[in-house]
């Protein structure tokens, strides 16, 4: 690995090297701003009047985003997210959390080796603060490429070297570089997380996960095996949230965040999306969609949702809005480990979903009209008593005997054991025996509707 020329590094805080301004290095095709990204994100914390970043040891985390196989659309999730939102970790606008000092080839201000100089030094050691990868694509088998040429890389040794002199670096090669190193490793999206459709049948990348290229026994810096967010592509909430909490708990400010047997964040994926998902309750009444575009559950169009593990129905696809179910789609569990062959052909009912759907098909049988009767008589005030004085759809004539029955049982019922609400018992009369005015006016017809009223009267 070529050395960077000292006075291309700028100045050295102590041992550890300070990113200095990039003022005066050749080559910073594209930087206009002539800055950093930690120079931004210090200058912006600066403009908000803090004097130290943070409340806790971190002042400052580095993290770097490394692509493989992928798509960018864990990048376009993350750069969706709302709580937090990206900005929010990198502005330092969340009390106690340090800066994060974002490294990313598509937000990233320096280009070229510029971009590369901050990677070469924390592998060396030599940043002034710890580090995090994120890595978003499943990571592919180099081995297979011809010309040398990597299926995913990023900048080329040595740095500033005239291009003859230099060889292109694989992501993979960086992630092998830099895992060990780092405070944390995060696979971000299913490419990620558990190899996803790169990694599908067929294969011709050799394309794996990240756990799957760094093996059992790693460990980063922390002692944290690879933390894993899938989701294909995964809610960009789920990345800032686990950044957040697992910032917060190195800070000492929150507790200590629980990951499950496969590294997820366990209270993003502890739930299936069926458990939240708002057409549950159709499954329970036993109806289901035969159309996309039906409202019903969609589990014999080809939802997976009773058996995957994601959060999208909680969290939409971004600020609570869209995601799946939430829009008309069937779960195809991009979030899960197998995705996309486990889970396909897509769009057909799941062989696991026959047992469960019939059985609340004919639970739904019985269910459904109980509750439709007990639904049309919470739908009544209780002055309606003979009619409802409604002029749309709902029937205004005479309360047929059946439905004084059922009332009469379903009350004893609702009470049963219980107080009903009013002042009608003895020990809650007013002691005075003050009788309230509509009771005085009308007696025990006070809570009836006045035409009804008068038609009693009449017939009294
Ligand atoms: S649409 Fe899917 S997740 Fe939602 S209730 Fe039906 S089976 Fe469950
Ligand atoms: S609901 Fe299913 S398809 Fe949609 S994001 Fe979650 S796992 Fe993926």
Same mark, same amino acid.
């Given at each position: 690995?070529?050395?960077?020329?000292?006075?291309? +590094?700028?100045?050295?805080?102590?041992?550890?090297?300070?990113?200095?301004?990039?003022?005066?290095?050749?080559?910073?095709?594209?930087?206009?701003?002539?800055?950093?990204?930690?120079?931004?994100?210090?200058?912006?914390?600066?403009?908000?009047?803090?004097?130290?970043?943070?409340?806790?040891?971190?002042?400052?985390? /580095?993290?770097?985003?490394?692509?493989?196989?992928?798509?960018?659309?864990?990048?376009?999730?993350?750069?969706?997210?709302?709580?937090?939102?990206?900005?929010?970790? &990198?502005?330092?606008?969340?009390?106690?959390?340090?800066?994060?000092?974002?490294?990313?080839?598509?937000?990233?201000?320096?280009?070229?080796?510029? /971009?590369?100089?901050?990677?070469?030094?924390?592998?060396?050691?030599?940043?002034?603060?710890?580090?995090?990868?994120?890595?978003?694509?499943?990571?592919?088998?180099?081995?297979?490429?011809?010309?040398?040429?990597?299926?995913?890389?990023?900048?080329?040794?040595? &740095?500033?070297?005239?291009?003859?002199?230099?060889?292109?670096?694989?992501?993979?090669?960086?992630?092998?570089?830099?895992?060990?190193?780092?405070?944390?490793?995060?696979?971000?999206?299913?490419?990620?997380?558990?190899?996803?459709?790169?990694?599908? /049948?067929?294969?011709?990348?050799?394309?794996?996960?990240?756990?799957?290229?760094?093996?059992?026994?790693?460990?980063?810096?922390?002692? &944290?095996?690879?933390?894993?967010?899938?989701?294909?592509?995964?809610?960009?909430?789920?990345?800032?949230?686990? +950044?957040?909490?697992? &910032?917060?708990?190195?800070?000492?400010?929150?507790?200590?965040?629980?990951?499950?047997?496969?590294?997820?964040?366990?209270?993003?994926?502890?739930?299936?999306?069926?458990?939240?998902?708002?057409?549950?309750?159709?499954?329970?009444?036993?109806?289901?969609?035969?159309?996309?575009?039906?409202?019903?559950?969609?589990?014999?169009?080809?939802?997976?949702?009773?058996?995957?593990?994601?959060?999208?129905?909680?969290?939409?696809?971004?600020?609570?809005?869209?995601?799946?179910?939430?829009?008309?789609?069937?779960?195809?569990?991009?979030?899960?480990?197998?995705?996309?062959?486990?889970?396909?052909?897509?769009?057909?009912?799941?062989?696991?979903?026959?047992?469960?759907?019939?059985?609340?098909?004919?639970?739904?049988?019985?269910?459904?009209?109980?509750?439709?009767?007990?639904?049309?008589?919470?739908?009544?005030?209780?002055?309606?008593?003979?009619?409802?004085?409604?002029?749309?759809?709902?029937?205004?004539?005479?309360?047929?005997?059946?439905?004084?029955?059922?009332?009469?049982? /379903?009350?004893?019922?609702?009470?049963?054991?219980?107080?009903?609400?009013?002042?009608?018992?003895?020990?809650?009369?007013?002691?005075?025996?003050?009788?309230?005015?509509?009771?005085?006016?009308?007696?025990?017809?006070?809570?009836?509707?006045?035409?009804?009223?008068?038609?009693?009267?009449?017939?009294?």
């Amino acid at each position: 690995m070529g050395e960077i020329p000292e006075k291309q +590094v700028g100045e050295a805080g102590s041992h550890k090297q300070h990113i200095s301004s990039t003022a005066g290095l050749p080559d910073q095709v594209g930087n206009v701003a002539r800055r950093t990204m930690e120079e931004l994100a210090e200058d912006i914390v600066a403009s908000q009047g803090k004097s130290k970043f943070s409340l806790g040891p971190l002042e400052k985390v /580095y993290v770097f985003w490394l692509a493989g196989m992928s798509c960018d659309g864990c990048t376009v999730s993350v750069s969706g997210a709302t709580e937090p939102a990206l900005e929010d970790l &990198l502005t330092g606008s969340i009390p106690g959390i340090p800066l994060v000092v974002l490294h990313h080839y598509v937000l990233q201000l320096e280009a070229g080796d510029h /971009y590369m100089r901050t990677l070469e030094l924390a592998e060396q050691g030599k940043l002034d603060g710890p580090y995090v990868i994120t890595y978003e694509g499943s990571i592919p088998d180099e081995n297979l490429t011809l010309g040398g040429e990597p299926f995913a890389g990023e900048g080329s040794f040595p &740095l500033f070297a005239p291009s003859e002199e230099r060889r292109r670096i694989s992501t993979a090669e960086w992630i092998k570089r830099l895992a060990p190193g780092a405070a944390a490793t995060i696979a971000i999206g299913t490419c990620a997380t558990w190899g996803g459709i790169p990694a599908a /049948y067929g294969n011709v990348t050799g394309s794996m996960s990240v756990m799957d290229w760094l093996g059992k026994d790693y460990r980063s810096a922390l002692g &944290l095996p690879v933390i894993n967010i899938p989701g294909c592509a995964p809610v960009g909430d789920n990345f800032t949230d686990a +950044v957040q909490a697992i &910032l917060l708990f190195l800070q000492g400010l929150g507790p200590l965040p629980e990951f499950d047997e496969l590294g997820r964040p366990a209270w993003q994926f502890g739930d299936t999306v069926h458990r939240k998902c708002g057409r549950a309750g159709y499954y329970e009444e036993g109806t289901f969609a035969t159309e996309y575009g039906d409202k019903e559950c969609l589990v014999e169009v080809g939802c997976w949702g009773p058996v995957v593990q994601c959060n999208i129905t909680e969290k939409g696809a971004i600020s609570h809005m869209g995601g799946c179910m939430n829009a008309g789609g069937p779960c195809i569990g991009c979030t899960m480990p197998g995705f996309p062959d486990k889970f396909a052909p897509f769009y057909k009912a799941p062989p696991g979903s026959t047992i469960s759907s019939n059985a609340s098909r004919l639970m739904g049988a019985i269910v459904r009209p109980l509750r439709r009767i007990s639904q049309r008589e919470r739908n009544r005030e209780i002055r309606w008593h003979d009619t409802v004085p409604s002029g749309w759809a709902m029937e205004q004539g005479d309360t047929s005997i059946t439905h004084k029955i059922l009332e009469f049982f /379903y009350e004893r019922m609702q009470f049963l054991g219980s107080n009903r609400p009013g002042r009608d018992l003895h020990e809650e009369k007013y002691p005075t025996g003050y009788r309230s005015l509509p009771k005085q006016l009308y007696g025990e017809n006070y809570q009836v509707l006045p035409e009804e009223r008068e038609k009693k009267a009449k017939h009294r």
